[in-house]
């Protein structure tokens, strides 16, 4: 007798999609209830790819020996003392950044996976995208985690959750996220699977990542590129979504493809904030905002659109305005957060000479045009005691929740406002991308919570921006302010002062 | 314009072996190093070879354990029991 | 001269997050649990109605009719976050991979009787889709329920129900010699075959119910407690020869029924001690599903042990005596 044994490949089906079966109790419509309204046709579920084939037990053991290695890291960095040994306590507002604007949206990832992970039909898209959801709960918790040390001696960072549901910039990411969890299945693949983790994510762990190993902070660099070791599991999911969807039927074609000029869109807004935390919040710099965006966005986007290309698929709308706007985004964005710095949970600062010079040679097109005679002239306004700040909420986009501070398009010197009408209100948007995304979906963005709108309502705990403030749980001239003065200053120099000998 | 596939590793000691058995069989890689991680790209695929990674590790190694230093990558995947290639080849 | 060598002064400004602090009482030193655990789902200020489902928020405590003051009152007594939990599972499996291996090289279940091969075959390896079913269900407890301190345990037990579809696949493959037939086999059964037939209806109601926390109840009280109880308990005469091989390579599924339970049944608990009307809801709910269970696990019972049900009534008595001691009317 001759028995035929199993390949891996069959091995693996039998493991995950042979588990499944067609209802017949109730109806396959009811269990699976949301997985028809967008629009997308699905032919044949069994198509389905996995490449990665990881069965529980080996997701097990590979992730309790990263979390092994990890959390080793993490103890010792908190018994040395690490936080002592980073560059220069700047650095830490990047961190800060990261923990009230990104780990709660890998929260929401979690949680947004779990639902794709229960309601689309095919069993093996099911399992990945709930192994997706298990490591997004990893990367908020690993998180967490690492930053709790941090917390304990630095500011900004104690209210993160109270702040991410109520802080103005904050609503940027949470909206964003809320887009995506409000969308239905297929959409939030396209959306997170896709557009954020294949073609953007590692814009933001990568580069930054290598920065934070570069600034001295072992704690962040371990979790940043443990956590991408997950990333790259997500990336083949992502990729696989959308060639899964794109091969079922032609008429899914563009519908995804208005996906993917939304969520490039949306997520290019997003990065902005990366933008200026790798240009003007890492003291010692590993790659500019603009050279990380021609590796990972015009290289390798260009070689992805390149194969996707015989799908039919075509380059995001507006691909070539945001690359543009990468020689310009973590300036403008700066120049925001340096004005609005009485109402931020991190501390801003002017750069030095030094660190002008390596923005002019990094920005030779824009920055000694642009910025540079702003950063010198509000530097000497400094020095004169006449600290610019300004005193009036800022206009928001409708759509990305921005103030609306970016300019036109081949026109770096006029703010870009467009806007359109829906039920006899008229609403702002800082860019064509933006008013496309509301002009598809007008329904859903008019019911942004806009934070300027909302404190000018009354609903953000007063008129004043103490008042605001203490809404926030922001500590009030602890964790807003510039660097110089603040008590994260004091600390650190206090480290740094006192550990050297005095002779007496 | 060629499409670039290309790995991305940590700079560790676990993945130094997957790392020199890269760039021995994938002749023209290009490499950009950064603090804590090292960008390997080639020109349409990238190949990890097992037997090239045991044979510097000296212990016998599935391509799947890439997952424990592996930081990013571009290209379709395609994994084995011999391989882990990601390339723009169809 | 002197020279006095000064140390730097590294005391922490506070202990943990503003938010732990408020619920420890005070900013006193946390653990990993509370601090990846408290507090961490949004909860106000939400954007966007989602497209499926307008009338509630995405985080939205009115998607189940009991009603908690704070849904991070029922917590985990294991304390797991993403950590802890994969390291627990990672050292249960190595048991389970040491059991394989001996129950393997020795060709344990190649000899057994051909009574205990159709026992198996019909009363053991449908379970994989019993679990796959368990998988959905706390897959859609953890998107559809309120507060991390619940659903981030969801998540962890949909991995597990995954896992143990998986290991009972294995001993399908370990069956069948690797050619998969005998997992082609035990679906037809699952779908066919009338003594699991209550079970499929049970599970597939189940996959319907929109209220979360009764869905939990289902789950956990229902299937978890009653048909896994009877099946990986009182159904083991059922396997005869094979009983020891069987015991080996289910080891897992009987450590984690211990292990869930512990979590599940504080979380019943709490809920229910949060009211009156809790408990009256929680006590329907379990009635319904316990006796649904125990009636789905009475037609298993006949067909692989001719008692006249009496292994299923057993496995049911034990759980409504426990939800008796959670508290619960039943």
Request: aromatic letters at 12%.
């Amino acid at each position: 007798m001759s028995v035929k044994k199993l390949g891996l490949r069959q091995r693996y089906e039998h493991m995950t999609r042979g588990l499944d079966w067609e209802t017949s109790y109730q109806p396959m419509d009811k269990v699976f209830p949301y997985d028809q309204f967008e629009g997308i046709k699905i032919k044949d579920w069994s198509a389905w790819e996995d490449p990665f084939r990881l069965t529980m037990d080996s997701y097990w053991k590979f992730q309790a020996e990263k979390e092994r290695k990890l959390y080793a890291v993490l103890d010792s960095f908190a018994q040395n003392n690490g936080q002592t040994n980073i560059s220069d306590a700047r650095y830490i507002n990047a961190v800060k950044l990261f923990l009230t604007g990104i780990s709660p949206e890998e929260y929401q990832a979690h949680r947004g996976f779990a639902f794709a992970g229960r309601h689309l039909r095919g069993a093996g898209t099911r399992v990945a995208a709930q192994m997706q959801s298990i490591d997004e709960l990893r990367h908020l918790q690993t998180q967490v985690h690492t930053i709790s040390h941090y917390n304990k001696f630095f500011d900004g960072l104690g209210e993160f959750p109270h702040m991410h549901d109520r802080v103005w910039y904050l609503s940027v990411p949470k909206s964003f996220f809320d887009d995506a969890r409000s969308a239905g299945p297929f959409e939030f693949m396209i959306a997170i699977g896709f557009a954020f983790e294949y073609l953007l994510t590692n814009l933001l762990f990568v580069p930054f990542m290598s920065g934070a190993a570069y600034n001295g902070d072992m704690s962040t660099v371990t979790f940043g590129f443990s956590a991408q070791s997950d990333e790259s599991r997500h990336m083949t999911l992502g990729i696989e979504v959308i060639k899964f969807l794109l091969e079922q039927h032609p008429d899914n074609l563009p519908i995804v493809q208005k996906w993917v000029d939304k969520w490039f869109w949306r997520g290019h807004r997003l990065l902005g904030l990366v933008a200026m935390m790798m240009d003007y919040m890492l003291p010692k710099k590993v790659m500019s905002w603009k050279e990380a965006w021609d590796i990972y966005f015009v290289e390798a986007g260009g070689s992805l659109f390149q194969d996707l290309g015989r799908y039919g698929l075509k380059m995001p709308k507006y691909a070539d305005i945001a690359t543009e706007e990468a020689e310009h985004i973590s300036h403008q964005n700066w120049a925001v957060f340096y004005q609005y710095t009485h109402a931020a949970a991190f501390h801003t600062w002017m750069p030095d000479a030094e660190h002008l010079d390596w923005l002019s040679a990094k920005y030779p097109n824009t920055f000694d045009k642009y910025y540079r005679p702003r950063w010198e002239m509000w530097a000497k306004m400094e020095k004169e005691g006449k600290r610019f700040y300004n005193g009036a909420l800022p206009q928001l986009c409708q759509c990305c929740q921005i103030p609306m501070a970016y300019t036109e398009p081949g026109d770096p010197t006029t703010i870009c406002f467009r806007s359109s009408k829906y039920k006899d209100d008229t609403y702002h948007f800082c860019s064509d991308g933006c008013k496309d995304i509301f002009d598809a979906e007008p329904e859903k963005f008019s019911q942004a919570w806009l934070p300027v709108h909302q404190i000018f309502q009354g609903n953000c705990g007063g008129p004043t921006v103490p008042d605001v403030l203490n809404w926030y749980h922001l500590n009030n001239g602890v964790d807003n302010m510039d660097y110089v003065g603040s008590p994260d200053e004091k600390i650190w120099n206090e480290w740094h002062a006192e550990n050297t000998r005095k002779a007496v | 314009m060629a499409q670039t596939a290309s790995i991305t590793l940590m700079q560790s000691d676990d993945a130094r072996p997957i790392i020199e058995a890269i760039i021995a069989d994938n002749p023209g890689v290009r490499i950009l190093n950064m603090p804590g991680v090292v960008k390997l790209d080639c020109d349409d695929s990238i190949t990890v070879k097992r037997a090239s990674v045991e044979e510097r590790l000296g212990r016998s190694w599935e391509p799947q354990e890439i997952q424990l230093v592996l930081v990013s990558m571009a290209g379709n995947l395609d994994e084995d029991d011999d391989h882990f290639t990601l390339s723009w080849r169809h | 001269m002197t020279v006095q060598i000064k140390t730097v002064d590294i005391t922490p400004k506070r202990n943990t997050f503003g938010h732990i602090a408020r619920r420890l009482g005070g900013d006193k030193p946390a653990s990993r649990y509370q601090e990846a655990t408290l507090d961490i789902q949004a909860t106000a200020n939400f954007h966007y109605k989602p497209l499926w489902e307008p009338q509630f928020w995405v985080y939205d405590t009115r998607k189940t009719a009991v009603v908690m003051e704070d849904w991070y009152k029922p917590l985990d007594p294991r304390q797991y976050y993403y950590a802890t939990y994969n390291i627990a599972r990672a050292n249960m499996n190595q048991a389970v991979e040491r059991n394989f291996t001996f129950v393997e090289e020795r060709g344990l279940l190649n000899k057994i009787s051909e009574t205990a091969r159709a026992a198996l075959a019909r009363g053991l390896l449908p379970l994989r889709h019993l679990h796959w079913g368990g998988n959905m269900n706390m897959a859609e407890i953890c998107q559809r329920g309120y507060g991390t301190a619940i659903t981030a345990p969801a998540i962890f037990s949909a991995g597990d129900q995954l896992g143990m579809a998986q290991i009972i696949s294995r001993i399908g493959l370990v069956l069948d010699q690797q050619t998969g037939d005998s997992l082609d086999a035990a679906k037809q059964t699952w779908l066919t075959d009338p003594a699991w037939q209550e079970t499929r209806k049970l599970i597939e109601d189940s996959f319907v119910e929109r209220d979360w926390f009764q869905l939990f109840v289902a789950q956990t009280l229902g299937v978890n407690g009653v048909l896994l109880g009877f099946a990986y308990q009182n159904a083991e005469p059922a396997w005869v020869d094979a009983a020891l091989p069987v015991a080996l390579l289910t080891e897992f599924l009987c450590d984690w029924r211990a292990e869930e339970a512990r979590w599940s049944d504080h979380v019943i608990k709490t809920v229910a001690a949060e009211s009156e009307a809790n408990k009256t809801l929680i006590s329907q709910w379990a009635n319904l599903w316990i006796g649904r269970a125990t009636a789905a696990a009475k037609s298993l019972s006949i067909a692989l042990l001719n008692d006249n049900g009496a292994a299923a009534e057993a496995a049911g008595a034990a759980v409504l005596k426990k939800a008796t001691s959670l508290g619960l009317a039943v």
